[in-house]
């Protein structure tokens, strides 16, 4: 039996106190950069399960090191045909919820070797700029509405 992806998933814009963001190339599409992004394992997972899940799966960071919100993002988007394979038959569309993970200056990232070949840590406009996702673009570019300094001062 073939186990489809659930055609809802997190986005997680990883940063630093000083706006640093972590975006990291696609092993199937190099030149495609993005922030975490992943699907629920099930359907009742809960999103910040699957937010923890997939930051520490696809960097090796632990969310616990830092500062985890949810931005009560929704997005809606088509999902590019050279995916949707990886959905049931029908499935044209995934619900995207948006998450920030603020961590530690000089917070070390192991990439999975299956999902991407190479990171960055750049500016957060610089960032946006090189994501190939509107929907990764527009949550990198709504950073400073949500970056909490006061919080992150913390870290």
Not at 61 to 66: E, H, N, R, V
Request: charged share 20%; aromatic share 10%.
């Amino acid at each position: 039996m073939t186990q489809y992806k659930i055609p809802e998933s997190v986005l997680v814009v990883i940063y630093t106190p000083a706006m640093n963001v972590l975006v990291m190339a696609r092993t199937d599409k190099p030149e495609f950069w993005q922030s975490v992004t992943g699907s629920r394992d099930t359907p009742d997972e809960p999103l910040l399960q699957t937010a923890v899940r997939e930051v520490a799966e696809e960097t090796g960071i632990d969310a616990a090191c830092g500062v985890l919100t949810d931005w009560q993002l929704r997005n809606v988007y088509e999902i590019y045909p050279v995916w949707r394979h990886r959905y049931a038959p029908g499935v044209t569309q995934n619900t995207e919820h948006v998450f920030g993970l603020c961590v530690p200056e000089g917070t070390a990232v192991t990439l999975a070797p299956r999902e991407h070949l190479r990171y960055r840590w750049l500016p957060w406009r610089e960032a946006a700029d090189l994501c190939f996702s509107p929907s990764n673009t527009e949550a990198i570019l709504l950073l400073p509405r949500y970056h909490q300094p006061e919080i992150m001062s913390a870290l």
